[in-house]
């Protein structure tokens, strides 16, 4: 008998809740029939296939319907009770269940990634074990990962590229995992750990580092943007929090010199829009010093070699453009009449002209 009708029935009736002994009472039949159905030794008379089904609560197409879609609702209730078995020590029943049902559901994606991170319990769970289950479990795991990104689906194709990678990478298989890692080379999935991993595996400790540091740049420039955005009047946000931000703001560019010192300009606008003129001003004059000098590199500790400085200096166009903002923009009126503030202006206009 086909395995994959002995795993329907077995998965039919305990979905019903029914033991073999009731579904056997229900068709007639001995326990060690349907036992027998279920373990693929025998199958069910051809006269048994309806009243099979009814007692299952399905129909004859429904039951033969091998490759029908795994629902989200089964499958998570399936890996619940493996992951029961798993943390009750009984590995064996777990991977029996498991295999039973990627042979009854050969074509459910979802069902092969859980499986996937279901071996990796097994894995874990199984310190004890000999080194022969662990290659097993890692074998299946390969040959799942496999069809899962040759499935194309694209909500597990870059997950399934991952664990590919892991794998490779677990095993030496240095080529591998870099040719992986290159056909698969987006934005959608950061795989910045992975590339590290194999640099290390391949001695290449200064592309880790810089790896490293290019990702670490590109986080807290994304991280800048995301607060300046919190920042702005149409986020409404409340004082204290406003200030929180600012704070928070100020830090990261004081620790690590990302931006070349322009945050100054959004913590002006804000203390502006709180009216606190004297620290919009002092932020302001921060501004125009950043401006007037060198361009601040990013924090060398942090990102040198990855990350050099594009520039020296601001450009003069740059120079102009937040000038004519100081003299031009509603928003700084109130300070037009400070000493402070005409003085700060000045330096800046100074600072064109001189070139």
């Not at 004297?278 to 010093?289: F, I, N, S, T």
Request: hydrophobic share 40%; charged share 25%.
């Amino acid at each position: 008998m086909d395995l994959k009708i002995g795993g329907r029935i077995a998965e039919m009736r305990k979905a019903k809740g029914m033991t073999q002994e009731q579904l056997a009472a229900a068709l007639g039949v001995s326990a060690p029939a349907v036992s027998k159905w279920e373990t693929g030794s025998s199958y069910p008379d051809i006269t048994l296939l309806c009243p099979l089904a009814r007692a299952l609560g399905s129909n004859v197409d429904s039951l033969l319907a091998f490759e029908e879609e795994l629902s989200e609702e089964c499958l998570g209730q399936y890996m619940t009770e493996i992951m029961g078995m798993v943390r009750e020590g009984d590995i064996p029943e777990a991977e029996e269940r498991l295999n039973r049902l990627l042979h009854s559901y050969p074509s459910s994606i979802s069902l092969k990634f859980s499986a996937v991170v279901a071996l990796s319990w097994f894995e874990m769970s199984a310190s004890q074990r000999g080194t022969e289950d662990k290659s097993r479990w890692t074998s299946l795991k390969k040959e799942l990962c496999q069809a899962i990104k040759e499935s194309g689906n694209p909500a597990y194709y870059l997950p399934s590229v991952s664990m590919l990678v892991s794998l490779s990478l677990e095993e030496n298989e240095l080529e591998k995992a870099e040719m992986l890692l290159k056909e698969n080379q987006t934005g959608a999935t950061d795989f910045t750990a992975l590339w590290v991993q194999l640099y290390i595996k391949k001695g290449e400790r200064h592309k880790a580092l810089e790896t490293v540091q290019r990702e670490l740049y590109s986080l807290v420039s994304r991280v800048q943007t995301c607060l300046i955005s919190m920042l702005g009047a149409e986020m409404a946000l409340e004082q204290e929090k406003r200030a929180e931000v600012c704070n928070v703001l100020q830090l990261i560019s004081e620790r690590f010199c990302i931006g070349g010192g322009m945050g100054a300009a959004v913590l002006a606008e804000v203390y502006l829009r709180d009216r606190d003129t004297q620290k919009a001003l002092d932020y302001l004059e921060r501004l125009a010093e950043r401006l007037t000098s060198k361009v601040w590199p990013p924090n060398p500790l942090l990102f040198a070699p990855a990350i050099a400085p594009e520039q020296s200096s601001w450009s003069r166009e740059m120079r102009m453009v937040i000038l004519r903002g100081l003299e031009e923009d509603e928003c700084f009126e109130p300070l037009r009449e400070n000493e402070r503030f005409r003085a700060l202006v000045r330096r800046l206009a100074e600072s064109l002209e001189t070139e």
